[in-house]
């Protein structure tokens, strides 16, 4: 679904992202891990078409997709999360989910003026859309506040409904269990695999949780200085000596192997 | 509010506003209802730029400016009626505020400001340097009347300023009618997702300059509609018109009223062009005391005053 092909991007002379080749297939939850600054958001930004690379290819859905603007992109059906906390914070739930939603609504400009058929059945299926959407993230009973002052974990949550309302076939999450507790980890966990599941869509995550990752991951790959090190099934990963050694030194690799 | 209220709340406005110029039936009183009518549309356009898109233009006068030029000298020159220099006017201003969207709006906050401004201060030299086009700074003298429309036995005649009171109305109500039905569609839930977080209205799929641009080119022509009612209004235009100082009192217009609202820059529009005529009594002191108040509501009422109260009455959640 999505393929990455000897992608490479550089900021003067730091490699940021090296050579890194990688797919994610139809329907799966594939998590990309790494040591701070392996470049693992670097990679979501250069797929997701906030930076373009210097070098390689990203392919989605067999159409080529290298340097396009991230609104085109997310047009195309891939659309991504930030890892700091991304939200419109001066309007309610309600109204935010409803830019949210942007990509789905096709009222055309007179069509507007008129208050044609178009944008009045689009302005009727919104509240139904968002509705469910809510229900879906556990944000019913917000959808009256402002974004702002709702918990820290809703917001993280409602990044992710934003997301969700564009209805993309692939969703990036970048580090989305980021400050949460345990419980709401717990809830973050269901989600994601009720994402695929039910919504059908594929997931393709950055997350520092192991425990996370380990339990609802079908693939992993792992990022280190802006290298792929290995990539595969997350029981295999995390016994391989390289990703230890990455993670823990070379001391920790010999006394594991 | 049910149907039923909505409907009698709007049948009271339209007496209301039907029933005003019987009641102050001074042509003074006239000439600063008309006058809000005029400031109600420009703050509604720099509101749909300023509020919802949120870019600071500093520089609306230039389109408010061109509007009026263009559609008197198409007038003057060539006597044609006002029903088609209006829309020639807008449409002017607002292909010049595409042009001039599409250079400046990748900029942002101050520096946009600026550079808006600047725009605006070189519409001011060509009005005034110009001389062959736009009579310098004598202005444009001698500019005609709306011609009266008939239909029927119906004649309608645009001689003193009540008829032009009413024809206001139709005009702010079309302007507003037009924002409404945009700002509550994709196209005004794009704008205040730019303004909010263009980052995060990109990865969702909004084209962020076309969205502001798209603000930009409305807000210039409705603006340029609006210079072209005033021309034919007062008749005469000159470059003092359209200086730096109107572009920001429009500006304050939109604070004062309250932001990324319809309603609140009309009643900035209406009570900011009323206050400073009831503060005449004051004599020198008059804009100074004006000035002050502005800063007050402007520290206490940050979303302006009907932000606010829209704030408190309805969603008790601010």
Redesign the interface.
Known sequence: MLQAKNLSVRFGGLKAVENVSLGVAKGEIMSLIGPNGAGKTTFFNLVSGFLKPTAGTVHFMDSDITGLPPNKIAGMGLVRTFQKTNIFADVTVAESIKIGFHLRRKAGFFDILTAGKVSRQENRDIGKWSEDILSFTGLFSWKNYLVKNIPYGKQRMLAIALALAAEPKLLLLDEPATGLNPVETQELMDIILKIRDEKKMTVFLIEHNMNLVVSISDRLAVLCYGEKLTEGKPAEVSQDPRVIEAYLGRGFSYAAS | MNRFLRGLFAVLIAAALYGLPRLFTMDYYLHIFVMSEIYAVLALSLGLIVGFAGQVSMGHAAFYGMGAYVSAILGTRWGWPFWITFWIGGIFSGVVSYGIGRLVLRLRGHVLAITTAFFGVLVMVVMNNWISLTNGPMGITGIPRPTPIEAGSVRLVFESRIHYYYLGLFFVAGVLY?LY??T????G??M??VR??E??????????MKSKVFAFTAGGFIAGLAGSFYAHYILFISPVTFTMNESINMLVMVIFGGMSTLFGPILGAVSLTILPEFLRMAGEMRLVIYGFALILFIVWLPMGVWGTLKNRLF?G??
Not at chain 2, 199 to 208: C, I
């Open positions: 037009v039905r945009l509550n569609s994709r196209l839930d794009a205040v997702a909010e977080n980052e995060l209205a990109k990865s969702l799929g909004v084209n962020a969603s959640k601010a």
